[in-house]
């Protein structure tokens, strides 16, 4: 038993050695100096500390066939794994080499890094190979056999010789349970001792794009997006495009000829914030059900400019910022976020606002990993991404992370700081995490803190967001900053108060504040969030053509007002008429059935998946 442990700690080591001393040199050294980085220590240390996550938990996943075969062995002594260790460490070494290699070498042309798409080229290797020469091609073929041999003897030499004894003197009992716990550290290894299971975002930490790249494991990432099916583009061809261009026509306009003008200027500083979870529901003043929780939004509403018919886009956070700063439709099936190599081409508010001279920044102050929350930030635009890890442990007191009223303030010092030192105009997307199960919150107004009333934890933590964020308006008011802010409050997603393909889920607060807007007022015009982009846009003067999804509803061209909200496998789409609620997996409307929104609502679905398809 000693040496089957010594052989499997070793390949683990191998495996990980070979990832940290090969596989990153290699890709660094062929793509040095790529879109003019200029790599320091500094950037190379943070290259290899975000990535060893992701390279130890590629490592545990190639130690998963290792380790079942030596639980056969552990079974039955008899049975000799010597063999298929060879074979596997063979298989492995040719592999890992393999994409390693093309990793490295198709990063250039490719700009992502290797995953799923790699394999929609083996069906045509004549034109994969057309941009290379027949000497580029020779060099990387001797490449990869010396370092698959190499690789076949980290792997192999330290064990050579063992030979795997058909009498085991440990005890079943003692064989079972060692098995189960080097199982359970693999599967710990795999999906990390976070919240959130490791994803490629684990490894995105930076605004240049090529280091996240480089600290991302390629075995790791083709593991990921294998695992991650994109759906079938043409499962909502409900009509021919013919058909579908006439339903769509002027649902979607492109930007206005003029608007209506909110502003005191056309260059505020623009602070967006998306509140988790925050549905209408908990707002009196929006028409919410649920009483004594948003109180002090339901205060500063009457000094804002309220959209109080807005839909928001979907039911997940991951859908749901990108519905808001990319003006991006939600999908019921899938999430695009999920897919690098579409997100970078989606549009994104700060991307749009840096080429009008925007700093701009993101926070969420917990792991901003997850789901590949970081690598959207940053290909959305956002030049710096502020974390729970730019904060000391000792704030990290809730399970998600840094709590609001700390992230508040440190937003507010943030802003007084730009103002100090006059860094205008500035962007930045701030989305809170306390309204978000499992409601972890330093705050007790609507529950004892042992309350085992489930509707009284969570109505107590939307209640504290509510409190924060009212705080820091009013401190905010108080000062300088003010004067030139425009401040986009929207939530991510509704909550699940009521079910979500409920008529009502949907709706979420929507206004605009700060010292730059001229006078409040309320908008009853139907709307979604993914409008946020256009509207911000269209009163700064900048076009919003980019955002295919994203309606400028204060412009001359916002004629046919209608909200649409996707959940899982289905949409709701609303308009004057009323409301329809569609199950795609039933194909029967859930409620309000009406021909004609019913068609809409598909229309818009095969518009969106064909829209994906492209990006």
Known sequence: MKKDLFVLAWLFCAFSIFFLVVQKPIFIGFNWGFDGTAMTTADLRDIYVHGLALDLATSAYLLVIPLILFGIHWWKPRF?????????????????????????????FWEFKLDRMAFFYIDDP????????????????????????????LMVYPWRRVRFDSKITWHPALRGLMFLLIAGACFATIRGIRIWPNTPGRAFYSKTTYYNHAALNPIYNLFYTLTKREDDYRQF??????????????????????????????????????????????IEGLGGDVTQVGVNITRLLPSTVCFDSCYCGSFRTDRGIVCAVSGYLGQPTTSIMRYAHKIKNLPGLPKTLKQYGYETQALYSGDIAFFNMSEYLLTAGHDRLVSQDDFPASQRTTKWGVPDHIAFQWLFDDIQAKQAQQRHPWYTTYLTISSHNPFDVPYHRL?????????????????????????????????????????????DHGFNWRPMNSPKFPFVPFFLTGGAVKEPRRIHTLMSQTD???IVLG????PHDDFTFSRDVLGNTYRKPFGFNTFNNGFNYRDSTGCTVYDNV???????????REAIGKAILQTLYHDMSER
């Open 532 to 534: 946020l982009p256009a």
């Open 126 to 153: 004549k034109n994969a190979f057309a941009s290379v020469s027949t000497t580029y091609i020779v060099t990387h073929a001797l490449a990869w056999l010396l370092l698959s041999l190499f690789l076949f003897a």
């Open 80 to 108: 000799s794994p010597r063999r298929w260790l060879l074979g596997y460490c063979g298989v492995m070494a040719v592999a890992l080499t393999l994409g390693t290699l093309a990793d490295a070498s198709l990063y250039e």
């Open 447 to 491: 529950s004892s803190g042992t309350d085992i009333d489930d509707d009284n934890v969570k109505f107590n933590a939307f209640a504290y967001t509510d409190s924060c964020y009212a705080d820091f308006i009013d401190r905010l008011r108080e000062t300088p900053a003010w004067d030139n802010l425009l401040i986009v409050t929207v939530a």
């Open 586 to 596: 039933a194909k029967a409307p859930v409620s309000g059935a009406d021909a004609r």
């Open 539 to 542: 009163q700064l003067g900048i």
């Open 237 to 282: 061809d409900f009509f021919d495009e013919e058909e579908r261009a006439q339903i769509m026509e002027g649902l979607f306009p492109t930007s206005a000829d003029s608007t209506e003008n909110l502003l005191t200027t056309q260059r505020p500083d623009v602070l967006v914030i998306v509140l988790e979870g925050f549905g209408s529901c908990f």
